[in-house]
């Protein structure tokens, strides 16, 4: 348009979801880093007027240990405003009288205090990390053999991320190696899964047309919200490459370098 205005901003925005390893903070060792300016960015949407959301994979720590990293960054978060799987997957074990058998990281245990894990009727797999060993995976894969109806949760769906400066396996991987051995389909909780971010709009009170994704994994954050009809933005921060500008099937509404760039344009021409 003729003032500049990016064509992802024609339509007016009054919902934004934020992924939040990549985007607001680089993950490692000591806690990880904060990205520069993205306190400052979040500070700024939230003080707009905008409804905010995080929406996150993270499954190595619980949604209040998140929250209290973030917030040691400056970021000044609640824990209703953070969406993550695994109380929402909790949720669902509770809802349907499910039993898992649990493959998650130690770090993440805690969301499932009090859960009933004896002679399990599901499997429940997150970012385990350094837990993904032969022993562990082989368990999983003979309690869903010896199910009568195998059912597979899977707290995200991601291939890889960026940690201490280093691209490493998610969970997805090890997923799909569970789908092919037992013959199972996933059930995905968490990103890219349209349960999950409609969820988080339902609790915003915004429509897919007046929301916004803005994240660093093209497939679980931008093609996960585009898939909903929700725009999706890539940052070049966290775990994006180069290559992602020519993905052959995910083409982001916009590319920004960073969180704080793409906060610019929405505050100058979300009008």
Known sequence: MADGRPKWLDNKIRGILLDISGVLYNSGQGGGTVIPGSVDAVQRLKSSGLNVRF???????????????????????????????????????????????????PGGRPDFDGINCNDPNCVVIGDAAQEFYY????????ALLE????????????????????????????????????????????????????????AMGVSTEEALMIGDDI??????????????????????????????????????????????LILKYNT
């Open 55 to 105: 929406c996150t994979n993270e499954t190595q720590c619980t949604r209040e240990e998140l929250v209290a990293k973030l917030n040691k960054f400056g970021y000044k978060l609640l824990s209703s405003e953070l969406f993550a799987p695994a109380p929402a997957t909790r949720f669902i074990l509770e809802k349907r009288n499910l039993r898992p058998h649990l493959l998650i990281h």
């Open 135 to 142: 022993e562990n995976m082989n368990k999983a894969f003979r």
């Open 147 to 202: 199910m009568k109806d195998p059912i597979l949760f899977s707290m995200g769906y991601g291939k890889y991320y960026k940690t201490d400066g280093e691209l490493v396996l998610d969970v997805g991987p090890f997923t799909k190696a569970l789908e092919y051995a037992c013959d199972v389909k996933a059930e995905i909780v968490g990103k890219p899964s349209k349960t999950f971010f409609m969820t988080a709009l339902e």
């Open 219 to 264: 497939l679980n954050d931008v093609g996960g919200a585009q898939a909903c009809g929700i725009r999706g933005v890539q940052v070049r921060t966290g775990k994006f490459r180069i290559s992602d500008e020519n993905h052959p099937t995910v083409k982001p509404d916009a590319f920004v370098d960073n969180l704080a760039q793409a906060v610019d």
